[in-house]
């Protein structure tokens, strides 16, 4: 018998079940999870339906563009600086302005996609993206590109939050969890896009043009744009309803929410960009920020950032602690490692890409054997080992390090990179509220930007003007610190545990 198609809605409601051992857990908002009370929940759907691969599509190619971005214009920086007349802090804000506003815009949007709807925001963001191509493509200045950036990390944005409220919609419709493999398959178009970004703006920009990097985005996010609109689901409709008689209730927006969590954030990410020449006064604004953010959203009665509730779900608070700790090591070897292997080790640019490649392979491998596992605690555990264990090895590293040591550094970082991605993605989709996941799956990216803006500050109060044996030795011990702090907060957390 086949099963209902992604647009159709069955009704009922469905028997409680007990989830297999290798599901994350009850459904957000289904049978079984503390939200069940509230939330009205379909009847199961036939076994096998669902998920489809058409569904998820347009979710996968959506979603890699933002990671594609963050490392695509590496190759580009020089040239662009060349043909514009800038120098290397110049372009470096390139890469900072898409940071911020990813960090800012990933939260916001998947508050909106939890409001108005996962399709329409989706759309949406891939609209922005396409502007921002053109911007990009035929902008005559700097500035011209600096809004090109901004609009593509506001832009992309909203494909991964918009993703897994539309999964969220998805396990409510067929009556049984996200299966791990898709949530892997999602964390594996991050991290591959991530991988390949370099070498495919390389391709681009010597074939074409660094402009091409820019005009990219077009054609793949009309692709995806198309393809959701054919086989993502129409959204359904955003009311709140405490029994299925209820009568419904307006969802705000919090536009004044939304401006203090923004204002507030720019500020801090702003300051952390350059920690070793810091502007302090920056911190009173952003304490006023804060502040006032955390004043009104415990007062209003439908807020933007609900801190009570993060304050009550551990799990979910300590998802976020662990995923932004476990990024600002990862991004601190991405990055740091690499200049190091140029600078004091005298690589070619060619050579460190090369050795850098267990990294991205490693990570691509095991974002997939996460998702195979039967439970969330154990890869957690042995990526944060591994994290230690990488950053004890690079504190041994020198000018002369053997070959085969260098490349089990990156090994030993891209292992814990795929575990750690998948892993804490599905930690995320059980602990959320069903409600939120769009919002909740945004702060999760934000935690892991805000690891990136200060692991790159990291590199310079590190290395200085140039990168150094020393300077390496000084961020493997902080590596190694932060590693052992996420090995203990994964093994004294609870919620991890295997559910009886």
Known sequence: MTGPGPGDRPTGTASPRTAPADEPG?????????????????????????FAARLTAPLL????????????????????????????????????????????AQPVLGKLADVIGPRRVFLAGLLVVVASGLVGTFGAGFGWLLVSRLLLGIGTSAAYPAAMAVLRDESRRVGRPTPRPVLARLSFAGLGSTAVGPTLGGVLVGAFGWRAIFLVNVPMALAAFVLALVWVPADRPRTDRADAGAKPR???????????????????????????????????????????????????????????????????????????LSYLQIYCVMYGFTEWLEEAHGYSSTQSGLVMLPMSLCALVCSLTAARTKGIRAPLSLGAALLTLGAGVLAGVSGHTPLAVLLLVAACFGIPQGLLGTSNQAAIQQHAPADSIGSAAG???????????????????????????????LMALVSAVLGAAVLVLTLLDRSLRPRA
């Open 26 to 50: 009850p459904i957000p908002g289904g049978p079984g999870h503390p939200d069940a009370a509230r939330t009205t929940t379909p009847a199961p759907a036939p076994h096998g339906s669902g």
């Open 61 to 104: 190619l959506g979603s890699v563009l933002n990671p594609l971005n963050t490392t695509m214009i590496s190759t580009a920086l020089v040239a662009i600086g060349h043909d514009l007349g800038i120098g290397a802090a110049d372009t470096a804000w390139l890469i900072s302005v898409l940071y911020l506003a990813s960090a800012v």
């Open 250 to 324: 307006a969802l705000g927006i919090d536009p004044l929410g939304i401006g203090l969590f923004a204002a507030a954030l720019t500020l801090l990410c702003v300051f952390l960009l350059d920690l070793a020449h810091p502007d302090w006064w920056l911190l009173a604004p952003f304490a006023v920020c804060a502040a006032l953010l955390a004043y009104w959203q415990l007062r209003t009665p439908r807020p933007f950032l609900d801190l009570r509730m993060i304050a009550r779900n551990g799990p979910l608070a300590r998802t976020y602690l662990r995923h932004g």
């Open 443 to 473: 702060l999760q990216r934000t935690a892991q930007y805000i690891g990136a803006i200060t692991a790159s500050s990291l590199i310079a109060l590190a290395y200085g003007q140039r990168a150094s044996d020393s300077g390496m030795h």
